[in-house]
């Protein structure tokens, strides 16, 4: 639809007896992508403990997690603390035992591996592990692509608009981008424990069709054309 507006044209100075009328239309374009997710980050967290009244430390669970973590093939620079400034967390326990934690964060790339990891962190009893947030390693470069569709959008919805009346869409005169909706771009996802029994038993029956729920990004960009 077309819209006619009067609009005030100044040159140099104020002039208040020329007043032009310009004709314009306004659209509004809207595009989506959805992504599969390819970075998952788990958060696991490690704590002092004892069993059959021995203590397991940190230091032993540690290796045996980053010894896990290289037997599939997971690059150890993915795997880090998760709070650079607090190595050591000091954890109250019964009889005034004053035990200790670290909670770590590794990166997968998808879903397989995450069904491996959650293997073997049950392997080694590691209970406290779930996923804090996932995302996609070209999301600049993804959002960026969905606003060039949504402008493009816009363009070819005046186009064809004007079209249909015998008129053409002239430069634009504004352009704004509404407050677009990315979902899935570093959510927090709890993972609850039937999540991670399913991927598992997944896994197990070696199905290799296992995805995340995908990334959705939108874009909305209004923009106000002149009419030729």
């Given at each position: 639809?077309?819209?006619?507006?009067?609009?005030?044209?100044?040159?140099?100075?104020?002039?208040?007896?020329?007043?032009?009328?310009?004709?314009?239309?306004?659209?509004?374009?809207?595009a989506?992508?959805?992504?599969?997710?390819?970075?998952?980050?788990?958060?696991?967290?490690?704590?002092?403990?004892?069993?059959?009244?021995?203590?397991?430390?940190?230091?032993e669970q540690?290796?045996?997690?980053?010894?896990?973590?290289?037997?599939l093939?997971?690059?150890l620079?993915n795997?880090y603390?998760?709070?650079?400034?607090?190595?050591?967390v000091?954890?109250?326990?019964?009889?005034?035992?004053?035990?200790t934690?670290?909670e770590?964060?590794l990166?997968?790339?998808n879903?397989?591996?995450?069904?491996?990891m959650?293997?073997?962190?049950?392997?080694l009893?590691?209970?406290?592990?779930?996923?804090?947030?996932?995302?996609?390693?070209?999301?600049?470069?993804?959002?960026?692509?969905?606003?060039?569709?949504?402008?493009?959008?816009?363009?070819?919805k005046?186009?064809?608009?004007?079209?249909?009346i015998?008129?053409?869409?002239?430069k634009?005169?504004?352009?704004?981008?509404?407050?677009?909706?990315?979902?899935?771009?570093?959510?927090?996802v709890?993972?609850?424990?039937?999540?991670?029994?399913s991927?598992?038993?997944?896994y197990?029956?070696?199905?290799?069709?296992?995805?995340f729920?995908?990334?959705?990004?939108?874009?909305?960009?209004?923009?106000?054309?002149?009419?030729?």
């Amino acid at each position: 639809m077309a819209f006619f507006s009067t609009t005030l044209l100044s040159f140099g100075q104020i002039n208040t007896t020329k007043i032009e009328e310009l004709p314009y239309i306004e659209v509004i374009g809207m595009a989506e992508k959805e992504v599969i997710p390819d970075e998952i980050f788990i958060r696991i967290v490690i704590v002092e403990k004892y069993v059959d009244k021995v203590k397991i430390s940190i230091e032993e669970q540690e290796e045996k997690l980053k010894n896990a973590v290289k037997s599939l093939d997971i690059d150890l620079s993915n795997l880090y603390l998760s709070d650079v400034n607090a190595d050591y967390v000091t954890v109250r326990w019964k009889k005034k035992d004053v035990l200790t934690k670290k909670e770590y964060t590794l990166k997968v790339k998808n879903a397989i591996e995450l069904g491996r990891m959650f293997q073997e962190l049950e392997k080694l009893e590691i209970t406290d592990a779930f996923i804090s947030k996932v995302n996609h390693s070209k999301i600049d470069s993804l959002r960026k692509e969905v606003r060039i569709l949504a402008i493009k959008a816009a363009k070819d919805k005046a186009d064809y608009l004007l079209t249909a009346i015998g008129e053409q869409t002239g430069k634009p005169l504004i352009i704004t981008e509404n407050p677009q909706t990315i979902f899935g771009s570093e959510i927090q996802v709890m993972a609850s424990r039937n999540v991670v029994s399913s991927l598992k038993k997944v896994y197990d029956n070696k199905e290799t069709e296992i995805q995340f729920q995908k990334i959705k990004l939108t874009s909305s960009i209004y923009v106000k054309f002149s009419i030729k």
